[in-house]
Every structure is written in C-alpha cells, then in structure tokens.
C-alpha cells in the first residue's frame, strides 16, 4: 500500500500544481478584463464631464463685476465672457457642439469661426443672482461668482 501511495505522490502533487496554476491564470485574466471594464468607465465619465469642467473654469477665470452676462440668440443661450478690452469670449452650442468664439464684442455671432470645445446639443444657462446654472448634455454645473454684488469700478 504505501508504494503505491509513493507512486501516486508525485502525480497528485502535479495534479494539485496544476490546479493552482489553472486558479491563477483565470483569476488573472478575470481581473484584467474587471480592470479594462473599470478604466474605460472611468475615461467615459471623464470625457462627459469635460464640458462642464470647462464652461465652470472659463465662468469663475471671468469672476469679475460686469464681465459675465448670458445671452439669447437664435440658437440657445450664450455666456458672454468680457474682460473689459473690446473683445468678448463667447460659449454657445452650434450644431450639436459647445463652441468658443472670441470676438469683438460689438460684432455678431459667427460659429464658423469658433472653435469646438465639446459635443453637446444643450446648453442653457441660468442666472439665479450670483449662481449660474449651465446645463447639458452631460449634466448641470453650477457656479457661483464671488463679484457679484460688488460695485463696478
């Protein structure tokens, strides 16, 4: 009996060896596919947010008494960015993305010569006293200006 068992030893310990490599191997290749799954979720939302993200950066970068407004045009609401030169940075939604236009400010709108910040077919915004809501398709941001309330000097 315990030659037999000897025998059998060398081939059990193998058979248990290959077990843990097969264990390894698929709990290996669970967790790169788990990990895949995860980071392209994670570059998804980064890329929904980036919209936002950037509308409420140019918003407080223009945190001045008077440099804000929203405007109305055929197309939807733009935000108006002035910072006191002349010339206006405007935010709008043309054509199924957000665009920048940096103009003069006593010149109309022209999308063509704007440049495409993100996809979106919303953009509205709200002036509720010193907060902005922006709104679109990725979702809401809202912003509240610290110049609001101070005298133009």
Do not use: C
Request: hydrophobic residues 45%; without cysteine.
């Amino acid at each position: 009996m315990q030659e037999r068992a000897e025998k059998l030893a060398p081939a059990a310990a193998l058979a248990l060896y290959l077990v843990l490599l097969g264990t390894v191997l698929v709990l290996a290749g669970v967790g790169g596919r788990l990990y895949g799954v995860l980071s392209d979720s994670r570059a998804a939302n980064d890329a929904r947010r980036a919209s936002l993200t950037y509308v409420a950066a140019r918003l407080r970068a223009a945190d001045a008494a008077g440099a804000v407004r929203v405007e109305s045009r055929p197309g939807g609401d733009a935000l108006v960015l002035d910072d006191g030169s002349g010339y206006v940075t405007r935010l709008y939604a043309d054509h199924g993305a957000l665009v920048e236009e940096y103009a003069a400010a006593d010149t109309d709108y022209m999308p063509a010569a704007a440049e495409k910040v993100a996809d979106t077919h919303t953009f509205t915004v709200v002036q509720d006293g010193a907060q902005y809501i922006i709104t679109t398709d990725d979702g809401e941001v809202r912003v509240t200006l610290h110049s609001a309330g101070r005298a133009d000097e």
